[in-house]
């Protein structure tokens, strides 16, 4: 499968420009070169360990995010985010419709999927000594990332269909 091109944008620039900000978060800042290596790592555990042609997101707007985004993109996986606002029923149910056997999320997150038969990858686990995901009002640039995503990667970018609720 061809590399997609935000991956490739971003693997430009770690190599252009390695030292300086790709994400700045609050008081966060990570280097193109340091976002590269964590999305490296979670290419490596989404490879490893999810299972699917398709995996879900279920992070706050971080960082995180957007390494666990373009780690999903690098191991070849078509990504659906699931928002971080639903509630758990709707959460299973979107999961279920998408068809994931496997959501990367965060720790503190995974109780919200108990609905979901999809298995939860923690991103804690998946980028060693990248620490936790920070929430620091890094809506912007996980909006960018994913809206970037969806331009240059459409077919890769799982569509939701509408769901109703009665």
Known sequence: MPESAIVAAVRRAAARVPDRPALIAGE????????ERRAAA???AVADKARGDIVGLFLPNSP???????GALQAGKTVAVLPTLAPPPLLALMAAEAGLETVITAGELAPRLA???AAPLLVEQMAA???RPSCHHGSLLALLAAGLAQRFDAPRIAPWRSVSIA
Do not use: N, P
């Open 115 to 117: 609905e979901s038969k």
């Open 42 to 44: 979670a290419a490596a």
């Open 64 to 70: 995180a995010f957007v390494w666990s985004l373009l």
């Open 129 to 131: 000594g990248a620490g």
């Open 28 to 35: 966060t800042r990570i280097s193109y070169a340091e976002l």
